[in-house]
């Protein structure tokens, strides 16, 4: 049996892997009546968070690009930019455990348990410094 590092590792090997795979040019952008149906297909909600979409949005591929998805309609829901940034490419697998992780990770942070606290201060940190490099114009 695995440990839970050891099954991180792999699947973010295997993204990488399949990205390699699937590497090619990038497509046209999308039309505008194509982006109209996109937005509909979730009554212009964020498919990811469900927030509603009321200006700017991405249309996320469903099955990212690097994993083989196609540049269609049909492999497209709109998103909240920082939403879709988050969810970046990872499969879905990878997704999930983000998610289970950053539920756990609030939950101890709400509950002021000692790994929550080490978790809240270490975090800001990091989150404090990320946005100094943004507004310096440095990318993360």
């Not at 090997?13 to 149906?37: C, F, G, Q, W």
Request: proline share 3%; aromatic share 6%.
């Amino acid at each position: 049996m695995s440990t839970f590092r050891e099954r991180i590792v792999a699947l973010h090997r295997l993204r990488k892997e399949l990205k390699a795979e699937n590497r090619r040019p990038r497509s046209r952008r999308l039309a505008e009546t194509d982006r109209a149906a996109i937005l509909l297909k979730t009554d212009a909600r964020c498919h990811i968070c469900g927030g509603e979409i009321d200006g700017e949005w991405n249309a996320d591929h469903v099955l990212p690009h690097s994993a083989g998805g196609e540049h269609s309609v049909d492999n497209y829901l709109p998103a909240h930019g920082t939403c879709n940034n988050y969810r970046w490419d990872y499969l879905p697998e990878e997704f999930q455990i983000i998610l289970k992780l950053g539920v756990w990770a609030r939950t101890q942070i709400q509950r002021g348990t000692g790994v929550g606290k080490d978790i809240e201060e270490k975090f800001s940190a990091h989150d404090a410094k990320r946005e100094g490099r943004r507004k310096n114009g440095l990318s993360d």
